[in-house]
T-cell receptor
């Protein structure tokens, strides 16, 4: 089973709203990721949790904040977003860490529209 | 200099033909290589992984890796219109769990 689940599938929010995206995997993977993808662009890494330790892409604005309650769950909290934050948000998890054969599996994504 | 390069396309092939997608990378310590297929509006789906030089076949898909020349390719035999998608190449350097993605190649298979 290589399933990563994400909720919600679609989200429309105003610039003053606070919302959260959720991601879950039950494959025992110890690395989980958030990506942002705009149309016709590759996924852009936002955050990585590996063994509950966070690594951040320094270009990600503070209106995005990740949370890893446990090794199977990953949340992305959204606050005061801008219209340019509208995108497909992808969660992924990967197999072994640092052993050379890490394989990423992506969830179905959350399509976010900021009005 | 981009670390992982792909021709953005579109690459257009007739149904039944072989589609050849190429990817080059700059980091010589790269160790693992992946091809993802992404339909418009959907998430990337892993279709092939390859770790050692040579060919790896899975159904209609063959991945080819040449570490000396720093390229990895994906061949799709008997292309079908349902293969029309963007194909992303991803590369991991040894000891890393954060892959680098190419910009993707758009493939169009026309009947």
């Amino acid at each position: 089973d290589t399933e990563v689940t994400q909720t919600p599938k679609h989200l429309v929010m105003g610039m003053t709203n606070k919302k959260s995206l959720k991601c879950e995997q039950h494959m025992g993977h110890r690395a989980m990721y958030w990506y942002k993808q705009k149309a016709k662009k590759p996924p852009e890494l936002m955050f990585v949790y590996s063994y509950e330790k966070l690594s951040i892409n320094e270009s990600v604005p503070s209106r995005f904040s990740p949370e890893c309650p446990n090794s199977s769950l990953l949340n992305l909290h959204l606050h005061a977003l801008q219209p340019e934050d509208s995108a497909l948000y992808l969660c992924a998890s990967s197999t072994s860490v640092g052993l050379g054969e890490e394989t990423q599996y992506f969830g179905p994504g959350t399509r976010l529209l900021v009005l | 200099q981009k670390e992982v390069e792909q021709n953005s396309g579109p690459l257009s092939v007739p149904e039944g033909a072989i589609a050849s997608l190429n990817c080059t990378y700059s980091d010589r310590v790269s160790q693992s290589f992946f091809w993802y297929r992404q339909y418009s509006g959907k998430s990337p789906e892993l279709i092939m992984s390859i770790y050692s030089n040579g060919d790896k076949e899975d159904g209609r898909f063959t991945a080819q890796l040449n570490k000396a020349s720093q390229y990895v390719s994906l061949l799709i035999r008997d292309s079908q219109p349902s293969d029309s998608a963007t194909y992303l190449c991803a590369v991991n350097r040894g000891g890393s769990y954060i892959p680098t993605f190419g910009r993707g190649t758009s493939l169009i298979v026309h009947p």
